[in-house]
Protein backbone atom coordinates (compact mmCIF):
# COMPACT_ATOMS: atom_id res chain seq x y z
CA UNK A 1 0.00 0.00 0.00
CA UNK A 2 1.09 3.38 -1.24
CA UNK A 3 1.86 5.89 2.40
CA UNK A 4 1.58 9.42 1.31
CA UNK A 5 3.33 11.95 2.87
CA UNK A 6 1.13 13.96 5.74
CA UNK A 7 2.04 17.59 4.31
CA UNK A 8 0.99 15.93 0.64
CA UNK A 9 -2.05 14.77 1.84
CA UNK A 10 -3.20 17.68 3.91
CA UNK A 11 -2.28 20.15 1.07
CA UNK A 12 -4.66 17.75 -1.41
CA UNK A 13 -7.34 17.91 1.27
CA UNK A 14 -7.30 21.37 1.20
CA UNK A 15 -7.29 21.75 -2.36
CA UNK A 16 -9.97 19.21 -2.63
CA UNK A 17 -12.39 20.64 -0.05
CA UNK A 18 -11.71 24.13 -1.91
CA UNK A 19 -12.38 22.62 -5.41
CA UNK A 20 -15.37 21.16 -4.05
CA UNK A 21 -16.80 24.50 -2.62
CA UNK A 22 -16.32 26.31 -5.62
CA UNK A 23 -18.55 23.61 -7.73
CA UNK A 24 -20.99 24.10 -5.06
CA UNK A 25 -20.73 27.68 -5.25
CA UNK A 26 -20.96 27.70 -8.86
CA UNK A 27 -24.20 25.54 -8.69
CA UNK A 28 -25.93 27.14 -6.30
CA UNK A 29 -25.13 30.61 -7.65
CA UNK A 30 -27.82 32.98 -9.04
CA UNK A 31 -28.65 32.59 -12.68
CA UNK A 32 -27.47 35.46 -14.19
CA UNK A 33 -24.36 35.40 -12.64
CA UNK A 34 -23.92 31.22 -14.47
CA UNK A 35 -25.06 32.81 -17.71
CA UNK A 36 -22.73 35.89 -17.39
CA UNK A 37 -19.84 33.50 -16.85
CA UNK A 38 -20.77 30.98 -19.38
CA UNK A 39 -21.31 33.64 -21.98
CA UNK A 40 -18.26 35.31 -21.30
CA UNK A 41 -15.72 31.80 -21.31
CA UNK A 42 -17.06 30.97 -24.88
CA UNK A 43 -16.95 34.30 -26.01
CA UNK A 44 -12.97 34.61 -25.04
CA UNK A 45 -10.99 31.13 -23.91
CA UNK A 46 -13.00 28.75 -25.48
CA UNK A 47 -14.54 30.74 -28.85
CA UNK A 48 -11.12 29.12 -31.63
CA UNK A 49 -12.32 25.42 -29.80
CA UNK A 50 -15.64 26.27 -30.79
CA UNK A 51 -14.81 27.64 -34.30
CA UNK A 52 -12.69 24.35 -34.81
CA UNK A 53 -15.79 22.50 -33.78
CA UNK A 54 -18.08 24.54 -36.13
CA UNK A 55 -15.52 23.53 -38.71
CA UNK A 56 -15.59 20.11 -38.04
CA UNK A 57 -19.36 19.86 -37.93
CA UNK A 58 -19.92 21.28 -40.97
CA UNK A 59 -17.32 19.22 -42.74
CA UNK A 60 -19.17 16.04 -41.17
CA UNK A 61 -22.46 17.24 -42.42
CA UNK A 62 -21.33 17.91 -46.19
CA UNK A 63 -19.46 14.01 -46.59
CA UNK A 64 -21.78 11.89 -44.65
CA UNK A 65 -25.22 13.84 -44.53
CA UNK A 66 -24.94 14.65 -48.05
CA UNK A 67 -27.64 11.80 -49.42
CA UNK A 68 -30.11 12.63 -46.64
CA UNK A 69 -29.93 16.36 -47.35
CA UNK A 70 -30.25 15.83 -51.53
CA UNK A 71 -33.35 13.56 -50.69
CA UNK A 72 -34.42 16.16 -48.45
CA UNK A 73 -34.34 19.28 -51.12
CA UNK A 74 -36.14 17.13 -53.22
CA UNK A 75 -38.58 16.17 -50.69
CA UNK A 76 -39.12 20.35 -50.33
CA UNK A 77 -38.81 20.60 -53.81
CA UNK A 78 -41.29 18.35 -54.98
CA UNK A 79 -43.80 20.11 -51.50
CA UNK A 80 -42.75 23.23 -53.23
CA UNK A 81 -44.65 23.05 -56.78
CA UNK A 82 -47.99 23.64 -55.30
CA UNK A 83 -47.02 26.46 -53.02
CA UNK A 84 -47.76 29.19 -55.78
CA UNK A 85 -51.25 27.98 -56.12
CA UNK A 86 -51.85 27.81 -52.63
CA UNK A 87 -50.20 31.21 -51.85
CA UNK A 88 -52.52 32.71 -54.61
CA UNK A 89 -55.63 31.39 -53.17
CA UNK A 90 -54.54 32.84 -49.64
CA UNK A 91 -53.90 36.09 -50.77
CA UNK A 92 -57.37 35.97 -52.31
CA UNK A 93 -59.10 34.81 -48.79
CA UNK A 94 -57.10 37.25 -46.92
CA UNK A 95 -58.13 40.01 -49.47
CA UNK A 96 -62.03 38.86 -49.21
CA UNK A 97 -61.37 39.16 -45.48
CA UNK A 98 -59.60 42.32 -45.59
CA UNK A 99 -56.69 40.97 -43.68
CA UNK A 100 -52.97 42.54 -44.05
CA UNK A 101 -50.12 40.21 -45.75
CA UNK A 102 -49.63 36.99 -43.93
CA UNK A 103 -45.90 37.91 -42.60
CA UNK A 104 -42.98 35.71 -43.51
CA UNK A 105 -40.98 33.80 -40.84
CA UNK A 106 -37.30 34.83 -41.17
CA UNK A 107 -34.89 32.07 -39.66
CA UNK A 108 -31.22 31.90 -38.48
CA UNK A 109 -29.47 28.38 -39.55
CA UNK A 110 -27.42 26.78 -37.17
CA UNK A 111 -25.57 24.11 -35.87
CA UNK A 112 -25.76 21.97 -33.14
CA UNK A 113 -22.61 21.64 -31.47
CA UNK A 114 -22.85 17.99 -29.12
CA UNK A 115 -20.66 17.66 -25.99
CA UNK A 116 -20.44 14.84 -24.45
CA UNK A 117 -22.12 15.44 -20.94
CA UNK A 118 -24.80 13.37 -20.39
CA UNK A 119 -27.08 16.63 -20.30
CA UNK A 120 -26.27 17.22 -23.27
CA UNK A 121 -30.20 17.02 -24.94
CA UNK A 122 -31.52 19.45 -22.20
CA UNK A 123 -29.47 22.38 -23.73
CA UNK A 124 -28.03 22.47 -27.22
CA UNK A 125 -24.71 25.16 -27.96
CA UNK A 126 -25.79 26.08 -31.37
CA UNK A 127 -23.15 27.98 -33.85
CA UNK A 128 -24.93 31.15 -34.37
CA UNK A 129 -25.75 34.04 -32.03
CA UNK A 130 -26.47 37.70 -31.71
CA UNK A 131 -24.53 38.88 -34.51
CA UNK A 132 -26.59 37.01 -36.52
CA UNK A 133 -30.10 38.48 -35.11
CA UNK A 134 -30.57 35.54 -32.13
CA UNK A 135 -32.16 36.75 -29.46
CA UNK A 136 -33.42 34.77 -26.24
CA UNK A 137 -37.11 32.96 -26.48
CA UNK A 138 -36.52 32.70 -30.61
CA UNK A 139 -38.23 28.96 -31.13
CA UNK A 140 -35.51 26.73 -32.52
CA UNK A 141 -36.83 24.03 -35.00
CA UNK A 142 -35.44 20.85 -36.87
CA UNK A 143 -37.10 19.85 -40.71
CA UNK A 144 -39.14 17.38 -38.17
CA UNK A 145 -40.79 19.62 -35.56
CA UNK A 146 -40.24 21.77 -32.53
CA UNK A 147 -36.90 21.41 -30.29
CA UNK A 148 -36.94 24.56 -28.02
CA UNK A 149 -36.02 27.48 -27.47
CA UNK A 150 -33.17 30.19 -26.85
CA UNK A 151 -32.20 30.75 -23.62
CA UNK A 152 -29.31 32.82 -24.23
CA UNK A 153 -27.46 34.47 -26.79
CA UNK A 154 -23.94 35.17 -26.69
CA UNK A 155 -22.21 37.23 -29.91
CA UNK A 156 -21.31 33.99 -32.01
CA UNK A 157 -22.96 31.39 -29.99
CA UNK A 158 -26.04 30.88 -28.15
CA UNK A 159 -27.70 28.32 -26.30
CA UNK A 160 -31.23 26.69 -26.67
CA UNK A 161 -33.47 24.81 -23.71
CA UNK A 162 -34.96 21.95 -26.05
CA UNK A 163 -38.06 20.23 -24.68
CA UNK A 164 -36.50 17.70 -23.04
CA UNK A 165 -35.40 20.48 -19.95
CA UNK A 166 -37.14 20.12 -17.08
CA UNK A 167 -38.14 24.20 -17.23
CA UNK A 168 -39.72 23.16 -21.10
CA UNK A 169 -43.07 24.50 -21.88
CA UNK A 170 -45.23 25.44 -24.95
CA UNK A 171 -48.80 25.95 -25.71
CA UNK A 172 -50.13 23.41 -28.05
CA UNK A 173 -53.29 22.12 -29.85
CA UNK A 174 -54.14 18.83 -31.68
CA UNK A 175 -53.94 19.29 -35.70
CA UNK A 176 -57.44 19.61 -35.90
CA UNK A 177 -57.81 22.57 -33.50
CA UNK A 178 -60.09 21.01 -31.07
CA UNK A 179 -57.88 19.59 -28.33
CA UNK A 180 -55.54 22.35 -26.04
CA UNK A 181 -52.93 21.92 -23.91
CA UNK A 182 -49.76 22.32 -22.43
CA UNK A 183 -46.58 20.44 -23.40
CA UNK A 184 -43.80 19.40 -20.87
CA UNK A 185 -41.30 16.78 -21.03
CA UNK A 186 -42.27 13.57 -18.95
CA UNK A 187 -41.13 13.25 -15.74
CA UNK A 188 -41.57 9.23 -15.49
CA UNK A 189 -42.04 7.22 -18.87
CA UNK A 190 -42.04 3.51 -19.59
CA UNK A 191 -40.02 4.10 -22.88
CA UNK A 192 -36.33 4.47 -23.17
CA UNK A 193 -36.33 7.90 -25.32
CA UNK A 194 -37.21 11.02 -23.75
CA UNK A 195 -40.96 11.75 -24.43
CA UNK A 196 -43.61 14.85 -24.01
CA UNK A 197 -46.91 15.04 -22.05
CA UNK A 198 -49.42 16.94 -23.36
CA UNK A 199 -51.04 18.45 -19.84
CA UNK A 200 -54.22 19.56 -18.86
CA UNK A 201 -56.18 18.46 -21.16
CA UNK A 202 -60.20 18.64 -20.13
CA UNK A 203 -62.02 15.10 -19.11
CA UNK A 204 -64.45 15.55 -21.40
CA UNK A 205 -62.14 15.53 -24.87
CA UNK A 206 -60.45 12.57 -26.10
CA UNK A 207 -57.55 12.62 -27.84
CA UNK A 208 -56.96 9.62 -29.94
CA UNK A 209 -53.83 7.58 -30.26
CA UNK A 210 -51.56 8.82 -33.45
CA UNK A 211 -53.39 12.64 -33.67
CA UNK A 212 -50.40 15.16 -34.15
CA UNK A 213 -50.07 17.86 -31.50
CA UNK A 214 -48.80 21.22 -32.99
CA UNK A 215 -47.60 24.67 -31.30
CA UNK A 216 -50.73 26.92 -30.49
CA UNK A 217 -49.36 30.27 -31.55
CA UNK A 218 -50.43 31.48 -27.70
CA UNK A 219 -47.90 33.00 -25.36
CA UNK A 220 -46.26 34.81 -28.54
CA UNK A 221 -43.29 32.62 -28.26
CA UNK A 222 -43.68 29.74 -30.64
CA UNK A 223 -45.62 30.70 -34.11
CA UNK A 224 -48.79 28.51 -34.67
CA UNK A 225 -48.11 25.25 -36.55
CA UNK A 226 -45.16 24.15 -35.77
CA UNK A 227 -45.62 20.25 -34.95
CA UNK A 228 -44.41 19.00 -31.85
CA UNK A 229 -44.83 15.07 -31.61
CA UNK A 230 -47.92 12.80 -31.98
CA UNK A 231 -49.93 11.25 -28.83
CA UNK A 232 -49.17 7.55 -28.21
CA UNK A 233 -51.23 7.15 -25.15
CA UNK A 234 -52.41 8.41 -21.91
CA UNK A 235 -49.69 9.29 -19.27
CA UNK A 236 -52.48 9.67 -16.09
CA UNK A 237 -55.74 10.80 -15.63
CA UNK A 238 -57.55 12.85 -12.59
CA UNK A 239 -60.90 11.72 -12.53
CA UNK A 240 -63.36 13.71 -13.67
CA UNK A 241 -61.07 16.75 -13.77
CA UNK A 242 -58.25 15.75 -16.64
CA UNK A 243 -56.01 13.97 -18.60
CA UNK A 244 -52.77 13.76 -19.87
CA UNK A 245 -51.25 12.19 -22.91
CA UNK A 246 -48.10 10.85 -23.72
CA UNK A 247 -46.54 12.38 -26.86
CA UNK A 248 -43.70 11.17 -28.96
CA UNK A 249 -41.53 14.01 -30.22
CA UNK A 250 -41.55 14.75 -33.89
CA UNK A 251 -37.76 16.14 -33.59
CA UNK A 252 -35.10 14.88 -30.40
CA UNK A 253 -32.67 17.58 -29.69
CA UNK A 254 -29.42 14.66 -29.13
CA UNK A 255 -29.66 13.71 -33.24
CA UNK A 256 -30.28 17.21 -34.30
CA UNK A 257 -27.44 18.88 -35.99
CA UNK A 258 -28.87 21.25 -38.55
CA UNK A 259 -31.50 23.38 -36.75
CA UNK A 260 -33.36 26.88 -37.99
CA UNK A 261 -34.10 29.46 -34.88
CA UNK A 262 -37.22 31.46 -36.18
CA UNK A 263 -37.42 35.45 -35.25
CA UNK A 264 -40.13 37.11 -33.68
CA UNK A 265 -41.68 39.55 -35.00
CA UNK A 266 -40.32 42.14 -32.49
CA UNK A 267 -36.78 41.42 -34.74
CA UNK A 268 -38.66 43.26 -37.74
CA UNK A 269 -39.13 46.57 -38.66
CA UNK A 270 -42.00 48.25 -37.28
CA UNK A 271 -43.60 49.83 -40.30
CA UNK A 272 -43.16 45.79 -41.30
CA UNK A 273 -45.68 44.95 -38.15
CA UNK A 274 -49.35 44.39 -39.27
CA UNK A 275 -52.50 43.94 -37.88
CA UNK A 276 -52.20 41.12 -35.23
CA UNK A 277 -55.16 38.96 -37.32
CA UNK A 278 -52.46 38.42 -40.07
CA UNK A 279 -49.93 36.87 -37.76
CA UNK A 280 -49.16 33.32 -38.41
CA UNK B 1 8.88 17.13 -13.22
CA UNK B 2 11.42 18.07 -16.22
CA UNK B 3 10.89 20.63 -18.65
CA UNK B 4 11.41 18.32 -21.47
CA UNK B 5 8.56 15.88 -19.39
CA UNK B 6 6.31 19.25 -19.44
CA UNK B 7 6.38 19.99 -22.59
CA UNK B 8 5.36 16.92 -23.81
CA UNK B 9 2.70 16.16 -21.26
CA UNK B 10 1.42 19.45 -22.76
CA UNK B 11 1.66 18.57 -26.12
CA UNK B 12 -0.47 15.56 -25.47
CA UNK B 13 -3.00 17.11 -23.47
CA UNK B 14 -3.19 20.03 -26.54
CA UNK B 15 -3.63 16.64 -29.14
CA UNK B 16 -6.52 15.69 -27.02
CA UNK B 17 -8.32 18.78 -26.56
CA UNK B 18 -7.50 18.89 -30.50
CA UNK B 19 -8.85 15.71 -30.70
CA UNK B 20 -12.08 16.25 -28.52
CA UNK B 21 -13.56 19.81 -31.07
CA UNK B 22 -12.08 18.71 -34.15
CA UNK B 23 -12.34 14.70 -34.45
CA UNK B 24 -14.90 14.33 -32.15
CA UNK B 25 -17.84 15.57 -33.82
CA UNK B 26 -16.92 13.75 -37.04
CA UNK B 27 -17.22 10.07 -34.76
CA UNK B 28 -20.39 8.29 -34.68
CA UNK B 29 -23.06 9.43 -32.74
CA UNK B 30 -22.70 12.47 -30.03
CA UNK B 31 -23.55 10.32 -27.21
CA UNK B 32 -20.90 7.69 -27.56
CA UNK B 33 -17.62 9.34 -29.76
CA UNK B 34 -15.16 8.86 -27.00
CA UNK B 35 -14.82 11.79 -24.65
CA UNK B 36 -11.31 13.23 -24.62
CA UNK B 37 -11.30 16.24 -22.36
CA UNK B 38 -12.33 13.14 -19.64
CA UNK B 39 -9.48 11.27 -21.15
CA UNK B 40 -6.81 13.99 -20.66
CA UNK B 41 -8.47 14.73 -17.18
CA UNK B 42 -8.31 11.02 -16.03
CA UNK B 43 -3.81 10.51 -18.18
CA UNK B 44 -3.37 14.04 -15.44
CA UNK B 45 -5.05 12.14 -12.81
CA UNK B 46 -3.04 9.00 -13.13
CA UNK B 47 0.11 10.88 -13.17
CA UNK B 48 -0.42 13.70 -10.36
CA UNK B 49 -1.56 14.26 -7.07
CA UNK B 50 -4.77 14.14 -5.93
CA UNK B 51 -4.66 17.96 -5.33
CA UNK B 52 -3.56 18.51 -8.41
CA UNK B 53 -5.86 16.13 -10.13
CA UNK B 54 -8.81 18.34 -8.42
CA UNK B 55 -7.80 21.40 -9.97
CA UNK B 56 -7.85 20.04 -13.02
CA UNK B 57 -11.11 18.50 -13.03
CA UNK B 58 -12.21 21.62 -11.41
CA UNK B 59 -10.95 23.49 -14.91
CA UNK B 60 -12.35 20.29 -16.76
CA UNK B 61 -15.98 20.70 -15.41
CA UNK B 62 -15.72 24.71 -15.70
CA UNK B 63 -14.85 24.09 -19.69
CA UNK B 64 -17.60 21.36 -19.88
CA UNK B 65 -20.37 23.74 -17.97
CA UNK B 66 -20.23 26.51 -20.13
CA UNK B 67 -20.18 24.23 -22.89
CA UNK B 68 -23.42 22.34 -21.54
CA UNK B 69 -25.09 24.69 -19.33
CA UNK B 70 -27.83 22.67 -18.57
CA UNK B 71 -26.52 22.59 -14.93
CA UNK B 72 -23.96 24.84 -14.44
CA UNK B 73 -21.97 23.52 -11.56
CA UNK B 74 -22.50 20.06 -12.30
CA UNK B 75 -19.82 19.01 -14.45
CA UNK B 76 -17.21 21.26 -12.17
CA UNK B 77 -18.37 19.34 -9.47
CA UNK B 78 -18.06 15.98 -10.93
CA UNK B 79 -14.85 16.15 -12.46
CA UNK B 80 -13.51 17.31 -9.48
CA UNK B 81 -14.57 14.40 -7.45
CA UNK B 82 -13.57 11.97 -10.04
CA UNK B 83 -9.91 13.82 -10.88
CA UNK B 84 -9.72 13.41 -7.15
CA UNK B 85 -10.51 10.32 -6.68
CA UNK B 86 -8.65 8.65 -10.20
CA UNK B 87 -5.38 10.28 -8.44
CA UNK B 88 -5.96 8.75 -5.41
CA UNK B 89 -6.69 5.60 -6.80
CA UNK B 90 -3.44 5.06 -8.56
CA UNK B 91 -1.89 6.19 -5.92
CA UNK B 92 -3.08 3.09 -3.95
CA UNK B 93 -3.70 0.39 -6.18
CA UNK B 94 -0.27 0.81 -8.73
CA UNK B 95 -2.37 0.02 -11.60
CA UNK B 96 0.27 -0.05 -14.70
CA UNK B 97 -1.04 -2.46 -16.40
CA UNK B 98 -2.49 -1.20 -19.85
CA UNK B 99 -5.91 -2.90 -19.44
CA UNK B 100 -6.58 -2.19 -15.67
CA UNK B 101 -5.53 1.87 -16.86
CA UNK B 102 -8.17 1.49 -19.67
CA UNK B 103 -11.27 -0.22 -17.04
CA UNK B 104 -9.81 2.98 -14.40
CA UNK B 105 -10.65 5.69 -17.27
CA UNK B 106 -14.11 4.01 -17.99
CA UNK B 107 -15.36 3.61 -14.87
CA UNK B 108 -14.01 7.37 -13.94
CA UNK B 109 -16.07 8.34 -17.06
CA UNK B 110 -19.32 6.03 -16.08
CA UNK B 111 -18.83 7.86 -12.43
CA UNK B 112 -18.19 11.28 -13.65
CA UNK B 113 -21.86 10.77 -15.81
CA UNK B 114 -23.76 9.41 -12.37
CA UNK B 115 -22.56 12.40 -10.49
CA UNK B 116 -23.26 15.22 -13.69
CA UNK B 117 -26.93 12.82 -13.52
CA UNK B 118 -27.39 13.62 -9.51
CA UNK B 119 -26.36 16.75 -9.54
CA UNK B 120 -28.72 17.71 -12.51
CA UNK B 121 -31.63 16.52 -11.07
CA UNK B 122 -32.44 13.67 -13.54
CA UNK B 123 -33.59 10.62 -12.05
CA UNK B 124 -36.28 7.18 -12.80
CA UNK B 125 -36.26 6.24 -16.43
CA UNK B 126 -33.95 8.61 -17.71
CA UNK B 127 -31.20 8.55 -15.32
CA UNK B 128 -31.49 4.12 -15.36
CA UNK B 129 -31.19 4.30 -19.45
CA UNK B 130 -28.54 6.95 -19.39
CA UNK B 131 -26.48 4.53 -16.84
CA UNK B 132 -27.08 1.22 -17.77
CA UNK B 133 -26.93 2.30 -22.01
CA UNK B 134 -25.27 4.95 -23.24
CA UNK B 135 -22.65 6.28 -20.26
CA UNK B 136 -21.42 2.63 -20.54
CA UNK B 137 -20.60 2.68 -24.35
CA UNK B 138 -19.02 6.15 -24.15
CA UNK B 139 -16.85 4.52 -21.04
CA UNK B 140 -15.94 2.11 -22.91
CA UNK B 141 -14.88 4.52 -26.62
CA UNK B 142 -12.99 6.93 -24.10
CA UNK B 143 -11.43 3.88 -22.25
CA UNK B 144 -10.27 2.05 -26.14
CA UNK B 145 -9.14 5.73 -27.52
CA UNK B 146 -7.40 5.71 -23.51
CA UNK B 147 -5.11 2.19 -24.38
CA UNK B 148 -4.50 3.77 -27.83
CA UNK B 149 -3.42 7.28 -26.45
CA UNK B 150 -1.17 5.27 -23.12
CA UNK B 151 -0.16 3.01 -25.86
CA UNK B 152 1.65 5.74 -27.86
CA UNK B 153 2.29 7.97 -25.83
CA UNK B 154 4.28 5.48 -23.04
CA UNK B 155 7.47 7.23 -23.50
CA UNK B 156 6.00 11.02 -23.58
CA UNK B 157 3.60 10.64 -20.43
CA UNK B 158 5.78 8.43 -18.11
CA UNK B 159 3.24 6.18 -16.89
CA UNK B 160 4.59 2.50 -16.03
CA UNK B 161 3.21 -0.09 -17.95
CA UNK B 162 3.50 -3.49 -17.72
CA UNK B 163 5.04 -4.87 -21.23
Known amino acids: ?280 | MPRTSRLRFALVIALLVALHFYVRPRLWSPRIAPDFLMLGLMIFAIRSTPGAAAVAGLVTGFITDALTPARFGAAMLAHTVVGYGAAWGRAVFFADNLVVNAGFIGVGVWLRDLLVLVASGAGGRELLVQLGIWSPLLALTTALAGVIVLGFFRDWLEIRLEE
Open chain 1, 1 to 280: MFEPDRTYARRDTALFLLCVGLSLGALFSPESWQTAIANGVRRSALAPLLALQELAEESRTSRFRIDALVAERDSAAAAAQALPLIKAENEQLRLILGLARRLPTPSVPAEVLHQALPTDGRTMLLSTGRRAGVAPFQPVVAPEGLLGLIRTAGARTSIAMSWAHPEFRASALTEDGSVFGIVAATEASSESEPMLELRGVPYRDTVEAGTRVITSGMGGVYPRGIPIGTVVGIARESEGWERTYLVLPAAHPGRASHVLVLQHPAAWPADSVPHEDSLP
